[in-house]
């Protein structure tokens, strides 16, 4: 003998009974109470979120006859409607009956009167699924209706329905139900069917639902009937393949710890056991993010997956910003999985790269948020308290022949050269430059050019320049010290942007805007700057270099064979 469903079953029989949607429920029932319904309503939100439940509602309220409560669920019209054989609601699965003909016929039955009520309500759910014809006939409906028929519109894809039809209906947009709503509202009903059901499991079963109260119940009846009445976080693991905290956070230990063997045996043992490994990857991008997240926040409110111990061991352990980048190589992979490739292989690879970004233990790690660099400086050996203070002797004077070295040369651009930059800078390289360097700024390590970078903004770029603005003079001259400038360019061309680097004052740079702006108004513009990269003055240098080293080494005897 067949048993009701528990979404059935739970359906909810008022508006008190609805959980989540609080705006709808709210909205509906006002309208309701002060006799204003209108003539179309449109329900969207994603499956699962009470939008036909609520189209019922709204049907037993306009045609509940009590008038102190709607709908009473006493009255004769409550009651033919809870037994769905009120003559006056009809419902319609627009996804069966989408062709013109049947919204046609239904609108000539929409213009007959009611036969045990006041109003008609017509219920039409997944309405996007209507052909155009037929959604054009539904529209001519919608913009002269009969004063007696009620129009409720459900679906789940409002994109696909024509615009005339929403704007003729007053739109609802039901959300997802939040996790916590949906872990009390199971352990009400596990208290009321008799069976046992952990809190965490209440919880994991809210996660597997994405929001959606129906899927939430169907879970649990599959759940309670795997596990006899004993529904336990560990229960669900096994139905679903879903791997524990404690598996989660093997992999990532051995991912942390460089343990390539131990990573590729916890994948193939996963794998065998019958692991979700789509869901395995969503999870682990999940607990990184917890890391980050406790890293910054200390408030374990705010965790999903982890405990605040957990999240504080993983973000003590590794910088933020590598937590974030494993997270994005997860979801990467996790859309690789598509390509219908061995999914075992691309998580795999996934982890063998996360793995080789983590520095060995041997190797000094550098602080999270170093924002500039400074060499360490050595510390000064103390004299032993026992041995007596001999005095140096006086240091010789210097060879005269020898002078200091000279500092190296430092470029400041004034206004104009600024202007003259400017010319050539355009919108979309500096969309590419941002983009490209946002991904290499959260990687690691983070080096003495990122820590320079990071201390700096973007300002403009152009093909062949990007222009770097900053307050801090000192860091202006770092940057534009010949040599440094050097090795800055290098560093930015093996990222991807191959343009010359111009530091520039905050305020130097403002007032060359003005002046630009100025300028261009007046169609007197000057010439672009000439940039010249780093690449070619290398490699003329570096030919002569060569020449001039051999004729320092073998004089006179040096011979240069002439090209035939």
């Known amino acids: 003998m067949s048993r009701t469903a528990l979404y059935q079953k739970y359906r909810s029989r008022d508006f008190d009974e609805v ?159 939040a996790a916590e709503q949906i872990k009390e509202h199971l352990l009400y009903i596990a208290g009321n069917e008799g069976f046992s059901l952990e809190e965490g499991a209440a919880r994991k079963i809210a996660e597997l639902a994405d929001g959606g109260m129906r899927d939430a119940l169907s879970i649990l009846e599959q759940v309670s009937s795997y596990a006899g009445g004993e529904i336990t976080e560990e229960g669900i693991n096994r139905v679903y393949g879903l791997a ?18 131990g990573v590729l045996t916890r994948l193939q043992k996963y794998e065998q056991g019958g692991l979700d490994l789509w869901k395995l990857t969503e999870d682990l991008a999940a607990v990184l993010k917890d890391g980050v997240i406790w890293r910054y926040t200390k408030k374990e409110a705010l965790l999903r997956t982890l405990t605040a111990a957990q999240a504080a061991d993983l973000s003590g352990r590794v910088p933020a910003e590598v937590l974030l980048r494993m997270a994005d190589r997860l979801l990467a992979a996790q859309q690789s999985f598509r390509t219908g490739q061995d999914v075992v292989t691309l998580l795999e690879l996934a982890c063998m790269e996360m793995l080789l970004w983590q520095k060995p233990a041997s190797e000094k790690t550098e602080p999270e948020n170093m924002h500039a660099y400074i060499p360490e400086e050595e510390p000064v050996p103390e004299k032993p308290a026992s041995q007596p ?13 020898e002078k200091p070295a000279e500092p190296a040369p430092v470029r400041e651009y004034n206004v104009s050269e600024i202007v003259s930059l400017l010319v050539q800078c355009r919108k979309d390289c500096k969309t590419a430059d941002l983009d490209r360097l946002a991904v290499r700024m959260s990687g690691i390590p983070a080096d003495r050019y990122a820590a320079m970078l990071r201390q700096t903004e973007i300002k403009a770029s152009g093909d062949d320049c990007i222009l770097l603005g900053c307050a801090n003079d000192a860091v202006v001259r770092s940057i534009n010290e010949e040599a440094f400038n050097r090795e800055f360019y290098e560093w930015l061309k093996l990222n991807g942007v191959d343009r010359m680097p111009f530091a520039i004052n905050n305020s130097a740079y403002d007032e060359a805007v003005q002046e630009f702006v100025r300028l261009r108004r007046e169609n007197a513009l000057p010439p672009a700057m000439p940039v010249v990269r780093y690449v070619k003055q290398q490699e003329e240098q570096k030919t002569e270099t060569l020449e001039d080293r051999a004729r320092n080494l073998f004089g006179d005897m040096l011979e240069i064979a002439e090209g035939e």
Request: net charge negative; aromatic share 4%; hydrophobic share 40%.
């Open 244 to 261: 524990t905290a404690e598996q989660k956070l093997g992999l990532l230990e051995d991912i942390f710890s460089r343990n390539m063997a």
């Open 19 to 177: 959980v989540g949607q609080e705006y709808v429920v709210r909205s509906i029932r006002n309208a309701v109470n002060a006799g204003n319904v209108g003539h179309a309503y449109l329900f969207c939100g994603p499956r699962g979120t009470g939008k036909t439940t609520m189209a019922r509602l709204l049907a037993r309220a306009v045609l509940c006859e009590n008038p102190d409560r709607k709908p009473c669920g006493t009255c004769p019209s409550c009651l033919a409607a809870a037994a769905g054989t009120h003559p006056d609601i009809i419902e319609i699965n627009a996804a069966n009956e989408t062709h013109v003909e049947d919204i046609r016929d239904l609108i000539e039955r929409a213009r007959l009167a009611p036969m045990m009520s006041h109003h008609k309500v017509y219920i039409i759910d997944e309405v996007h699924q209507l052909s155009s014809s037929a959604a054009s006939a539904l529209l001519k409906t919608l913009e002269e209706p009969p004063e007696h028929v009620i129009f409720i519109l459900a679906t789940t894809d409002p994109q696909k329905l024509i615009n005339t039809i929403i704007s003729r209906c007053q739109r609802f947009d039901f959300t997802r139900v």
């Open 389 to 401: 203070e001999i005095p140096e002797p006086p240091a010789a004077a210097p060879p005269a022949a």
